[in-house]
């Protein structure tokens, strides 16, 4: 039997009816309407098992009942969700400080100490240097030794309380020193800032700034009578042409900072001031450093924190009080390094957090509703049943039930 051609199967035919019909097209037709059917089909039984997993059903609003109890308690709720939410975003608009603490592993690098230190004495009598624990001496070219007035201006004073303040609110508050961590003001407020009229006294002080760069291992900074000078032997002031009537160790530290200078951050011993009347006062402070990384959003440095006790003396041999009239910090550096990172809230915890607050007040408020609702219903007598039901009452459900009416008050039989 041969197969059909194309052409036969397109061309049309006659019916019994006179019609004109092709039945392959015909086919084409049935198959394309049933596979049609079958789809809206799969598409109902799709949306009917949807609707089945539906977790959240719809009421019609004619099955809804509202009170002006169940009103004040959405507004108490609504506002409450308003408070806590703003509440929330400010949470999350903050930052905080997180601390890590490690072992330094970095002995190779140099430790920078930076120094701004006033002594009441002239500057070619006084002298500083540094002497490391390696019996290494570093030489003070860095250190700069400037004439300076040393009583200060009015506007100065005032600057010296204000830091001396911060530092005794710093000492109680350890908190706002990461204040001071993530705002950095500007500048350097440690800084003195200059005398605002032309010196018309004498330059009977001595300001002694800069920085030098020592090994990190403890060390000794001095600053005494006489130039300093060095020897195989060791090292020694030049002292024999000052005249001990010339000794006066009355110091005032403005800044004293190890590692890279931060703007906006206080050390502890910024703005101290110590005045002695004796020539043979000695002052010490004992420093340990501790390596310290800060990144914030604002700045990424590698700078040292550290803490200071302090102690003075006077020296007299007789008594056997023996020593070096002069200025001596005695630091050591940690093993330990702290990195202060400024930490933020992510933003999906803040959805999540955002999320129970809306959710636990609208189902607290709800349960509460109940509870209040129910506890009235009690106190007010509302169940009706029982003893509690009303005798009109018990007379309108006899009548619906084509009962006899129960008799009420003196009413004839």
């Not at 049933?34 to 809206?40: G, N």
């Not at 539906?54 to 108490?76: N, Q, R």
């Not at 530290?253 to 005045?275: C, Q, R």
């Amino acid at each position: 039997m041969a197969c059909p051609t194309h052409s036969t199967l397109l061309s049309p035919k006659t019916n019994s009816s006179g019609g004109i019909y092709n039945p392959v097209y015909m086919r084409w037709i049935w198959k394309a309407v049933l596979t049609a059917k079958m789809r809206r089909l799969s598409r109902r039984k799709a949306l009917s098992l949807v609707k089945e997993l539906d977790a959240f059903p719809k009421v019609a609003d004619s099955y809804m009942e509202t009170s002006a109890s169940g009103g004040t308690v959405s507004i108490i709720a609504f506002s409450a969700i308003a408070v806590l939410a703003i509440l929330e975003f400010f949470v999350y608009r903050d930052t905080w400080m997180k601390y890590d603490y490690e072992v330094d592993k970095d002995f190779s690098s140099k430790l920078r100490i930076n120094v701004d230190v006033t002594v009441a004495m002239k500057c070619q009598h006084v002298g500083a240097d540094i002497l490391d624990l390696a019996e290494t001496m570093i030489t003070s070219n860095g250190l700069q030794y400037e004439p300076v007035i040393f009583e200060l201006s009015p506007q100065q004073r005032l600057w010296q309380r204000t830091l001396r303040l911060l530092q005794s609110r710093l000492r109680e508050e350890h908190a706002l020193q990461e204040v001071l961590y993530k705002t950095l003001l500007k500048g350097a407020p440690t800084a003195l800032p200059p005398r605002e009229d032309a010196p018309n006294e004498p330059l009977n002080g001595c300001r002694i700034h800069g920085h030098a760069y020592v090994n990190k291992v403890a060390g000794n900074l001095h600053i005494t009578v006489g130039k300093p000078i060095h020897h195989p032997q060791g090292h020694a002031h030049i002292a024999a042409f000052v005249s001990h009537e010339a000794y006066n160790f009355s110091h005032r530290i403005d800044h004293l900072s190890f590692g890279e200078e931060v703007p906006g951050i206080i050390n502890p011993l910024d703005g101290t001031e110590k005045i002695t009347y004796n020539n043979n006062q000695m002052y010490q402070y004992f420093i340990t450093v501790v390596p310290t990384k800060l990144n914030t959003h604002l700045i990424s440095a590698d700078t040292h924190q550290f803490s200071v006790t302090e102690r003075e003396r006077v020296i007299n041999h007789a008594a056997g009080s023996h020593g070096v009239s002069g200025i001596f910090v005695k630091y050591d550096t940690s093993s330990l390094m702290v990195t202060v990172s400024e930490q933020h809230m992510a933003l999906g915890r803040f959805l999540v957090r955002l999320c129970g607050i809306v959710g636990g007040i609208f189902s607290t408020t709800g349960m509460l509703h109940s509870l209040v609702g129910f506890c009235f219903d009690i106190v007010c007598c509302r169940f009706r049943l029982g003893a509690y039901r009303p005798r009109q009452e018990l007379q309108l459900n006899n009548l619906n039930n084509h009962q006899t009416p129960l008799l009420v008050g003196n009413a004839p039989l």
